[in-house]
């Protein structure tokens, strides 16, 4: 409490503090609240998530608000519902001991009528989603031409789903001699603009480095084939039983999928994407924040309003298309001075990705191996007795026990540990027993920058025949009978086309293509000199708002099955299901968990 009170803060602040069982300031508040209690400036904050973030824009704010006036006078930007919500809610929390403050929450999902109702009865703060706050400026509900401060909050992640335009127009209709205070945990080109074009001389204060993940934070990534990453996914789940997590995923639709194979596989899981209801969406984040979930599978900008502190692990099933999105992701777990560790699984043409993040967090990655079936039944039993070991007696078993005690009158204390411990021992051993290694053997993990083994290949057709990098990425799978991620380094360009396969597929490759016809059309390929360090033409012209927005079992342009084809093309479209055969079909505690129902 006194480290806040030097900081600067009023006695109805330091209440407030003290209700809330805050004790020190985190190095953001301490570097952040003088400053903007002091004067009136301009800041950049830049300090990863989970570091303290809304007390150290908050309590300025709130002090420095008048909340005898009813005039708009501090505005919040925040990129998603959640997050809008969450600083709402901690506002409130913050401001409990000042009479006639008003903060309102404004987004999408919810009454229109209701928010504006809200803001007519007078509101000293506003927090907003940059959408419905823009709505309800051009529909002449809300009036920021008098706000004395703006926050943009999680700046990176708000220019990342593409709201500069709505935060340009929104911050068109505010003074220009406001105090803005952007807050970001990253730093990319996109936020020097908006901080250029927007602020004046801006104080920048960094906890840190800049772009540099946390250093509670373990990084670890799993080396396995791109068909085994959901059995990979159960096995560190089952080996590791006190897992509270987030899964990562880069679409809505493999967020839902994974989340449906974890549920009926008997996980506590769920799946939390833009497709859900507000409805929806609160009820899985309070079953998340109670425990009830285990296992939280989500895309990233859902993600944004998940602000639990205790997350064990953040795992990558898949690893986002822009690398700084990991900062954000890992910054889920390690929160409140508590460790965490961030696990990525990959296969191998994504290991060029983990060096590429490295460069960003300035940390090395950690090489582990998916833990054998015999070395989960280790870890469970383990588990199991130390649960045993610090389960508090309930007295009421008292009186079952004489009957307890006469059916197990015949064992010895040696037999009923053996007896007790089978039953999760089987359990699992009869699953895992037969259970193949999933992790690619050693040799393969030492890989160049480019991803190693790999052979580059000439294909000549192109951007005029209909192809971009998505189209035939998913004809060349398809046809080649290979994976997702076994085609990768997709680069087309207006006649002709590469990409890249492991080496151990050439001859497959090579074999497929020979003679191959469509539409009497000679299809050829080559393997090729050039190495594709120049960039593939997957990131190429992609517009923003399709990122982690498509299908990515949909297929647009390239070429059509047609009848009168050669018959060396008939296979181009026959796709095998990849669903997995590893289920397991056991209930129970441990690692395995319940289905909710």
Known sequence: MTAFKALGLEENLLKAIADLGFETPSEVQEKAIPILLDRETDMVSLAQTGTGKTAAFGFPMLQKIDVNSRTTQGLILSPTRELCLQITNEMVAYGKYMPGLNVTAI??????TEQARQIKRGSQIIVATPGRMKDMIGRGLIDI????????????????????EDITEILSHSPKDKSTWLFSATMPKEVSTIAKKFMHTPVEIT????????????HEYYLVNARDRYNALKRLADANPEIFSVIFCRTKRDTQKVAEQLIEDGYNAAAIHGDLSQSQRDTVMKSFRNRQIQMLVATDVAARGIDVDDITHVINYQLPDETEVYTH?????????????????????????????????????????????????????????????NTEINPEINAYLPNIN????????????????????????????????????GGDRNFSEDGGDSTRYFLNVGGKDDFDWMSLKDFLRDLLNLGKDDVYKVDVKDSFSFFNTDTKHQEMVMSVFKDFKLDGRQINVEISKDTGRSGSGRSRGRKRSDRGNRNDGGRRGGFKKRSG?????????????????????????????RRNA
Request: hydrophobic share 35%; aromatic share 8%; glycine share 10%.
């Open 565 to 593: 084809s050669s018959g060396s093309d008939k296979s181009a479209f026959k796709g095998k299901s990849r669903r997995s055969n590893e289920r397991p079909n056991v209930k129970g505690t441990g690692g395995r968990r």
């Open 406 to 441: 006469e059916v197990l009158a015949d064992f010895s204390k040696e037999d009923l540990i053996k007896k007790v411990f089978s039953v999760e021992f089987t359990r699992f051993l009869n699953y895992y027993k037969n259970s193949k290694d999933l992790n690619i053997s």
């Open 207 to 218: 906890v840190g480095a800049k772009n540099v993940g946390s250093d509670q934070v373990t």
């Open 107 to 112: 987004y999408g999902g919810a009454s229109i």
């Open 329 to 389: 992701r890992s910054g889920r777990t390690g929160r409140a001075g508590k460790t965490g560790v961030s696990i990525v699984i990959v296969s191998k043409s994504e290991v060029r990705k983990i060096r590429s993040i490295e460069k960003i967090i300035q940390k090395k990655f950690i090489a582990k191996e998916i833990p054998s079936g015999m070395e989960i039944c280790e870890v469970q039993m383990f588990h199991l007795a130390n649960t045993i070991k």
């Open 145 to 164: 031409s008098k706000i004395e401060y703006c926050v943009l909050d999680e700046a990176d992640e708000m220019l990342n789903m593409g709201f500069f």
